[in-house]
């Protein structure tokens, strides 16, 4: 992989902890009532958007760079949410597997045509 979409890949991961970092606090918000939780649930997405958007200058396509922002933010709060003692069951443990491959899956160039 090229240095460039190295960049961005890393710019990725940074907006994916953003991203689940604010949605951690929105549970600790109640429901926007908190205010110091509230904030940082708004500088969590904020930071989040601007990391996703200087990750699709370096050499990531939109439609998978979201997916993967998506697919690894939610297989990450899924998995922050049970260390914190919310159940997962094994069906939800096996639909976790699959978005995580999926995340992967889509990291593949594919195949363009002539």
């Known amino acids: 992989m090229r240095p460039e979409r190295w960049r961005g890949v890393a710019l990725l991961a940074a907006a994916i902890g953003c991203e689940v970092g604010g949605t951690f606090l929105l549970r600790e918000s109640r429901g926007f009532t908190d205010v110091l939780p509230s904030l940082g649930v708004v500088a969590g997405y904020c930071v989040s958007i601007v990391l996703f958007?200087?990750?699709l200058a370096h050499e990531?396509?939109?439609?998978?760079?979201y997916g993967i922002?998506?697919?690894?933010?939610l297989a990450a709060a899924t998995l922050l949410g049970a260390v914190l003692g919310e159940p997962l069951s094994a069906l939800q443990a096996c639909g976790l597997v699959l978005v995580l491959v999926?995340?992967?899956?889509l990291q593949r160039p594919g195949r363009t045509r002539p």
């Open 60 to 65: 990531l396509t939109l439609g998978v760079a």
């Open 102 to 105: 999926g995340a992967l899956v």
């Open 69 to 73: 922002l998506i697919g690894c933010g």
């Open 53 to 55: 958007s200087r990750a």
